[in-house]
């Protein structure tokens, strides 16, 4: 069965620094990852997602995620923090086969951002 | 264009009572998903409906319950309340209900049961 690991429920950073959350997978197919953020009282926001192809996949508000397929990792780096990137983030994993549009979320991260 | 609008979105019941809520997908979309999400368990899976048809269900009680209409609309319900149904329900629209498609949640409804 399909699982997420999200290592740190809590991450602090500062404002400009490099924001790394972690995301490792577990997969019986090739896995169809993807990255949410949720602001507070609001749903979830696509971030990026990897499918097929290119490993290094390119998102929203500055934000990259690398599939590494040996490791089993899919972590989510942005190069300078915004305070306004202060949210919960969240790794999915997609329940393929025939799982149709069921996501398996981790626990999620949530990410501080200090001036 | 309108997001996935979900109402209520608070809701305040006791025990024992039950429970329905809606999800309006983004037009267009025929698939509508729904998720629980909850400080302990995170989010869960709770079904998914497709074109009037539940295509997938997660791990919940048969208290848990769905439709969806023919304008792609969807109401979940659950009776008989207890306690650890509170939570925060999240619906997410998509167009045609495969991967590739880009899945948009709504804002949720919160549900207290007392």
């Known amino acids: 069965a399909q699982s997420v690991t999200q290592l740190g429920s809590h991450v602090s950073v500062s404002e400009g620094a490099l924001v790394l959350l972690r995301c490792n997978y577990s997969s019986s197919v090739p896995p169809y990852l993807f990255w949410y953020v949720q602001y507070p009282n609001q749903g979830l926001q696509l971030l990026l997602k990897?499918?097929?192809?290119?490993?290094l996949v390119k998102g929203i508000n500055g934000f990259e995620a690398e599939f590494k397929k040996s490791e089993t990792s899919f972590h989510l780096t942005k190069p300078s923090a915004h305070m306004s990137d202060a949210a919960e983030y969240f790794c999915a994993v997609s329940d393929l086969p025939g799982g149709y549009n069921k996501l398996i979320f981790g626990a999620g991260t949530r990410l501080a951002v200090h001036p | 264009k309108a997001g996935v609008t979900q109402t209520p979105r608070y809701l305040i019941k006791t025990r024992g009572q039950q429970v329905t809520l809606s999800c309006s997908p983004i037009s267009g979309h025929r698939s509508v998903s729904w998720y629980q999400q909850t400080p302990g368990q995170g989010l869960q899976f709770l079904f998914e409906y497709f074109s009037e048809t539940q295509r997938n269900k997660g791990n919940f009680p048969g208290r848990f319950s769905g439709r969806q209409f023919s304008n792609s609309r969807s109401e979940m319900n659950v009776s008989t309340l207890e306690l650890g149904d509170s939570a925060l329900y999240l619906c997410?629209?998509?167009?045609?209900?495969?991967?590739?498609?880009?899945?948009?949640f709504g804002p949720g409804t919160r549900l207290t049961v007392l």
């Open positions: 997410a629209s998509s167009l045609l209900g495969s991967m590739d498609n880009e899945q948009f």
């Open positions: 990897y499918t097929t192809g290119a490993t």
